[in-house]
């Protein structure tokens, strides 16, 4: 897509953005330039996942073009970067309906399916040997994207076939599809291509843990996700979502006045590098050519193989006949098209019987329930149990004692409960009775209203002691090698070990002659529990546990201190000054530190020799405010803006000259005129009186 010389020029033009950025250069001529530059970055990085820079300097270079189009508006382009911006609520969606109607395909599932489809389409063709373009099948939800003169006009869902939902917003979130592209130097005025949404793997893991942190209970798989993504009302929602469309096929052109159809769109391989070559994401490098039907099958089978090895999930593939002449020769049926048929891998859904429900008391006391399963294969594990995270997920699910369930295992994401096959009952089963009391330590158990999750709240209960301790010592908290759940639960009962500052006064000799203890093995804990004491800061805060607290807030958080023991200071409202922390994150670290017990222990992991001084900290001789930036305008009641400018600056914050989304504090005093009305209208720059400004230092 970019030559050589492009990718270089693009290059000298990227340092030359950021050395300008850092100047301060406000630059209005180059804007075009910036907004290629940009748009080669994000191809690098969504379409190529090659990135050339790092994400802090591409935000940078964002930033810069944001700030650039705010003050110069009558120079934003529909095909800015910028303007896949999330825009609020969508009232409705209208309807959209298809240039060519969006069919489904039809399904094989083994060897001699797709021999009969070579057969049939030989037959019908009156050729004896037939050219296939084979890829993946991709497993989310159908989208059909118009472009009109190079412009992204239209997104779609499937709908009915006929008549989707106009979702074009949210289509804009899709990183990985172009809003523009040189569809006319191929000749062409009108496209119609579709495609799929989809989550990928991690991404999907990712959002599903913070929907369980928030109480929210988990989708069902990556493929619900991203279908049920494109009908968000809310487009910033979508955004998190990080979604990614794979682009699969042409449906519809027309053509500029005097111009021929271009060659690459008289073959499906064609279509797929055109697309490529323009920017999108289509399986270009997946996909491939065969001129017989039995290395189709055997690419097929070598693709399931390694179907676990992809970052998205893929349910089967798809085989094309490669001539398109050909493929409308064939023509289709009223459902699907006769050149063109899936060949689904092994399912990895299936149906058993749920037995049970337990419980488990995780290390902030939230009470999981389990429900435990009649033994099932699915896609080569078997399955026995599977956490239906919450009451509201038993409710909403309607799962009783005795129901045959739908489960599925997504390659490697955690198997999940589909649904319960209600029509199948037998008017036996059971209604599923969450618990009043901690299943561990029987204390009652409760809820906080906007919360699906019950939780014990007796922080002595046994079940939080051994999880917080086996969390503590985890790989990526404070990584004590050689410890573990095991280790934990085992020195727990035996009455070792009753808190963490425990973990640090083992009684080695104890453990000699102990099955499973070789003196070799004895000696690696020890020296792996010694090297944790010199853990920085940032590991032990994530290893507390502090609910919210993850591990890029405990790095955020470290940075802000310079001993551990400073969070205790802090008042709830400057928490919330800090990065990233949000009233929830500073309730909870509040709560924390303002609890004796949890000091004490504190305490006494500094005796016994812990790191809670940020080292880092001291060197850069960074405040409160680090990285933060401030403008003071008008005159301050009792301070000199001089001298308001080095207070702020001796605590780590930066002065700006003036207003932009870079700014973060205006900070007004009387008289405050232009730059407080500027300010007003930009939403993240916090507007402080002096009063406010010298509690932020704390000063007060
Ligand atoms: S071609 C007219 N190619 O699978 C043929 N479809 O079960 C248009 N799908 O509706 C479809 N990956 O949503 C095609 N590489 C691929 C695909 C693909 C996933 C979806 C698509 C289709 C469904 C049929």
């Not at 619900?224 to 998190?240: P, T, Y």
């Not at 290390?363 to 389990?370: D, E, L, Q």
């Not at 453990?511 to 920085?536: C, H, R, V, W, Y």
């Amino acid at each position: 897509m970019y030559s050589k010389t492009e990718i270089q020029r693009l290059q000298k033009d990227t340092q030359e953005f950021i050395k300008k950025e850092k100047q301060g250069v406000v630059f209005n001529k180059e804007v075009d330039a910036l907004r290629e530059t940009l748009r080669f970055h994000e191809h690098r990085y969504y379409i190529l996942n090659d990135p050339l820079i790092a994400d802090g300097e591409y935000d940078k270079l964002y930033k810069l073009l944001e700030k650039t189009e705010q003050e110069h508006p009558e120079l934003i382009t529909a095909d800015s970067p910028t303007q896949r911006v999330a825009k609020g609520l969508t009232k409705d969606f209208p309807a959209a309906h298809h240039l060519v109607p969006m069919l489904s395909l039809d399904n094989s599932y083994n060897r001699d399916d797709l021999i009969d489809f070579d057969r049939k389409a030989k037959e019908l063709s009156g050729l004896l040997a037939i050219e296939y373009c084979v890829e993946p099948k991709f497993d989310g939800g159908s989208i059909s994207v118009i472009y009109e003169n190079d412009l992204l006009v239209r997104g779609a869902t499937r709908g009915d076939g006929v008549e989707g939902d106009e979702v074009t917003t949210n289509i804009k979130q899709i990183r990985s599809l172009p809003l523009s592209a040189k569809f006319s130097a191929y000749g062409i005025q009108q496209i119609e291509i579709r495609g799929e949404v989809l989550i990928n793997k991690s991404n999907f893991a990712k959002y599903n843990e913070q929907l369980m942190e928030e109480g929210i209970p988990p989708l069902a798989n990556p493929r619900n996700a991203a279908a049920g993504s494109l009908r968000i009302k809310d487009s910033k929602e979508v955004a998190k979502r990080n979604l990614e469309a794979f682009v699969y096929h042409v449906s519809y052109f027309s053509l500029l006045k005097g111009e021929k159809i271009p060659v690459e769109l008289t073959t499906h391989s064609g279509s797929l590098q055109l697309l490529w070559e323009l920017g999108f994401r289509s399986p270009e490098k997946e996909k491939r050519v065969f001129k017989n039907i039995d290395e189709v099958i055997t690419y097929c089978a070598d693709f399931e193989v390694g179907r676990d090895n992809l970052p998205y999930e893929i349910d089967g593939m798809v085989i094309k006949v490669n001539n398109i002449e050909l493929q409308d020769k064939l023509g289709m049926t009223s459902h699907h098209p006769r050149w063109a048929i899936a060949y689904k891998f092994k399912a990895r859904q299936a149906t058993t019987k749920l037995i049970d429900v337990e419980y488990q008391v995780g290390r902030t006391g939230a009470v999981t329930p389990v429900a435990k399963l009649e033994p099932v294969p699915v896609g080569g594990v078997t399955v026995s149990s599977i956490s239906i995270h919450n009451e509201e997920y038993i409710r909403e699910k309607d799962l009783r004692i005795g129901d045959a369930v739908l489960i599925e295992r997504a390659g490697d994401v955690i198997p999940q409960i589909v649904k319960s096959l209600t029509d199948i009952r037998t008017g036996k089963e059971k209604k599923i009775r969450f618990p009043k009391t901690c299943p561990v330590c029987e204390s009652i158990l409760f809820k906080e209203e906007e919360e699906a999750v019950w939780r014990c709240i007796n922080i002595e209960c046994p079940a939080q002691v051994v999880e917080r301790m086996i969390h503590f010592v985890s790989k990526d908290a404070m990584d004590i090698r050689g410890f573990g759940d095991a280790n934990v639960r085992k020195f727990y009962e035996l009455g070792w070990l009753k808190d963490i500052p425990g973990i640090y006064n083992l009684d080695f000799s104890k453990m000699t002659g102990m099955e499973g203890f070789g003196q070799k093995s004895i000696d690696n804990l020890q020296t792996a529990i010694e090297k944790s004491k010199t853990q920085p800061l940032h590991r032990l805060l994530y290893a507390l546990g502090i609910r919210f607290v993850g591990e890029t807030t405990a790095k955020t958080l470290a940075r802000s201190v310079t001993h551990l023991l400073d969070l205790k200071k802090i008042s709830l409202e400057d928490l919330q000054n800090i990065e990233d922390v949000g009233p929830k994150v500073a309730g909870s670290i509040h709560h924390f530190f303002s609890n004796d017990s949890n000091i004490e222990m504190l305490e006494q992991l500094e005796k016994i020799g812990l790191q809670l001084n940020n080292e880092k900290k001291e060197e850069s001789a960074e405040g409160n405010l680090n990285g933060q930036t401030f403008l003071f305008t008008g005159t301050l009641p009792t301070l000199k803006r001089s001298d308001a400018e080095a207070m702020a600056e001796a605590n780590g914050g930066q002065i700006l000259s003036g207003v932009s989304t870079k700014l973060n504090y205006l900070v007004v005093g009387e008289d405050a005129g232009s730059k407080l009305e500027k300010a007003k209208k930009i939403n993240s720059v916090k507007i402080l009186s002096e009063a406010e400004f010298l509690k932020l230092i704390g000063q007060k």
